[in-house]
């Protein structure tokens, strides 16, 4: 859980005033190692927390799943992974994340009809 910038900021204030960090950790809820990470990071002037969460780029490049796709429409997740050189998994979640849809089978079994939708010869 993220801590607020006005709460780091007063429980500092307080803290600096020459109250203990276990009593400082009671008063606003946290505990005292994240009292001492706050002032380790006051000290280099990071106090606030960072606007968004830092995320590696992806493995696959959208835009060459989507070129490989056009080029092989009924390639499978199997022979996709190995022209990508990754794994099943991450080209799957590289098509969810494209909203591209898996092939999918025709079921030949199934009913052409509905229950309610019989005709019956008269």
């Known amino acids: 859980m993220v801590c607020s910038y006005d709460l780091r900021k007063k429980a500092l204030e307080y803290l600096e005033k020459g109250n203990s960090q276990a009593n400082t950790s009671m008063i606003f809820g946290v505990t005292v190692r994240t009292l001492y990470n706050w002032q380790k990071r006051k000290k280099a002037g990071l106090l606030q927390p960072s606007s968004h969460r830092k995320r590696n780029p992806y493995k696959i490049d959208p ?8 080029e092989h429409p009924d390639a499978y997740l199997r022979e996709i992974a190995e022209s990508f050189g990754t794994s099943i998994t991450a080209i799957f979640k590289a098509c ?3 909203k591209i849809t898996v092939k999918k089978r025709r079921s030949f079994t199934k009913k052409g009809m509905k229950n309610g939708e019989r005709n019956f010869k008269k």
Request: proline residues 0%; aromatic residues 10%; contains cysteine.
């Open 63 to 70: 835009e060459c799943l989507k070129d490989y796709i056009k």
């Open 96 to 98: 969810k994340r494209q």
